[in-house]
């Protein structure tokens, strides 16, 4: 009996067809996280293409045609061409949930119905504590003196045509319910994960209830509260102003801008800028961030901790600002202590203890008065400048090796020495007064101390 070429090619072909035709169908009606799924089960591919050529060379071998096996031109081209495809849709993906769906104007043909939420108040404590968990849409708290929970906003369902959208929006709502000792305010007839609903809150609670907010994507606001506000934010910009209690923000992206608050203020996780403006109580930063990370005015300092950068602020009347590869502080009464690297480093004014420990990046730090405090400055493969009031009094210890140091304070006191392989050395004492301790170390970069006007 004669065996015909086995169409292992393309039962490869129209399986894999099927296979991501499904993937790119359920990603669009069930929201599906696409790139999750190729990103922890990308190596079935390769699986599911072996299986076939071993198909393949089992039934060549009995047809007599051992090379039917072999990997054509045509399934590598198809299966580039199909990654390429689903690359292009994650893409768009990744772009949608940075800049939201409503400016790349392309979602699939699919057609968007909003209608207004109407919920009926419930009234409440005044310390309540209240919850408010949100799956995709944006999130407004604000603070009222009435004793109860009020929910306005929108809901907006994206489907293939507008009466499915209408139909399938009569079943969304949001509920306010009793939860233990607190409430409990979320959305109701939406399922994890499903893109195609958003449901947008506006939550009026009484001034003095104490406010976690939890959302997957949007934006989420808090203003006036009084008590403790807690908000765990995936996907999304986070703003916070005029509190009186502590603010704990944990988030995965987005920015944030706390302002007005007279509580601590703690951020962690991961996201893009932070900013924090008039803070009576304390800065807390864990996690990495693009940045820039800024604070101005923060009465009881600064405390960020990342890969990169260990840093401690006791008090701050001017502003810190970390981003791009600079960390700059201005106008700090209290103690700075900064572990880092790869980092440009410009201090001003700090009243306190200054220690710098840095490497490949250069230092500067000035003073436009005498300062009263032991200053270091540990460096490595960079420079150090330290500018200084001509009446300042200090004692001083600098070390450049493989390096020079200039230095325009002249004492009699001060003695500058330099070795025959390049190191330089500055030691001794400067003017009449008692004055702070400074040490200044560095290697391959010189060490500056100049006097400012």
């Known amino acids: 009996m004669v065996y015909g070429r086995p169409r292992g090619s393309g039962i490869f072909s129209g399986l894999i067809l099927i296979f991501i035709g499904a993937l790119l169908l359920l990603h669009n009606y069930r929201g599906f996280e696409l790139s999750r799924v190729l990103l922890h089960w990308w190596p079935l591919l390769l699986i599911f293409w072996g299986a076939i050529k071993l198909y393949e060379r089992t039934v060549g071998t009995r047809s007599g045609e051992p090379g039917a096996s072999r990997v054509t031109a045509g399934?590598?081209?198809?299966?580039?061409?199909?990654?390429?495809?689903?690359?292009?849709?994650?893409?768009?993906d990744v772009v949608k949930s940075k800049f939201g769906d409503d400016n790349i104007g392309i979602d699939l043909g699919r057609e968007s119905f909003s209608s207004d939420l109407d919920i009926a108040p419930v009234p409440v404590p005044v310390n309540a504590r209240v919850t408010i968990r949100g799956a995709r849409g944006d999130i407004i708290v604000r603070s009222s003196d009435e004793p109860e929970i009020r929910v306005n906003g929108k809901k907006s369902i994206r489907s293939w045509n507008e009466n499915d959208a209408r139909r399938a929006a009569e079943h969304v709502s949001v509920e306010i319910v009793k939860n233990g000792d607190g409430y409990e305010v979320h959305p109701v007839g939406v399922t994890g994960g499903d893109s195609r609903v958003s449901v947008d809150m506006d939550v009026v609670v009484p001034n003095k209830a104490a406010v976690t907010v939890r959302s997957e994507k949007g934006d989420i606001s808090v203003s006036d509260m009084a008590s403790p506000v807690t908000i765990n934010g995936i996907n999304g910009d986070i703003e916070v102003r005029n509190t009186t209690g502590d603010v704990s923000i944990d988030m995965r992206?987005?920015?944030?801008k706390v302002s007005d608050t007279k509580g601590d203020v703690r951020i962690s996780g991961n996201g893009g800028s932070l900013e924090v403006v008039d803070a009576t109580g304390n800065f807390t930063v864990t996690g990495e961030f693009v940045g820039p990370i800024r604070a101005e005015k923060v009465a009881k300092g600064v405390r960020f901790v990342s890969r990169r950068t260990d840093l401690t602020l006791t008090q701050l009347s001017g502003h810190m600002e970390v981003g791009s590869g600079n960390l700059e502080v201005v106008d700090a009464p209290g103690n700075l202590n900064v572990r880092t690297h790869e980092e440009e480093i410009r201090i001003e004014n700090a009243g306190g203890k200054i220690k710098v420990d840095n490497r490949n990046g250069n230092v500067e730090v000035r003073f436009s008065f005498p300062p009263k405090e032991d200053i270091e400055v540990y460096n490595?493969?960079?420079?150090?400048?330290?500018?200084?009031?001509e009446s300042a009094n200090f004692e001083i210890m600098a070390d450049c090796h493989s390096g020079d140091i200039d230095s325009e304070f002249a004492a009699d006191s001060l003695k500058k020495t330099t070795t025959g392989s390049g190191d330089s050395h500055l030691e001794g004492k400067y003017g009449n007064g008692r004055g702070p301790k400074i040490t200044l170390k560095t290697s391959y970069g010189s060490i500056s101390i100049h006097k400012n006007s």
């Not at 992206?253 to 944030?256: A, C, F, I, N, T």
């Open 75 to 92: 399934e590598v081209f198809l299966v580039i061409g199909l990654l390429a495809l689903v690359g292009v849709v994650v893409g768009l």
């Open 253 to 256: 992206r987005g920015d944030v």
């Open 380 to 389: 490595a493969s960079a420079a150090i400048t330290l500018g200084l009031p």
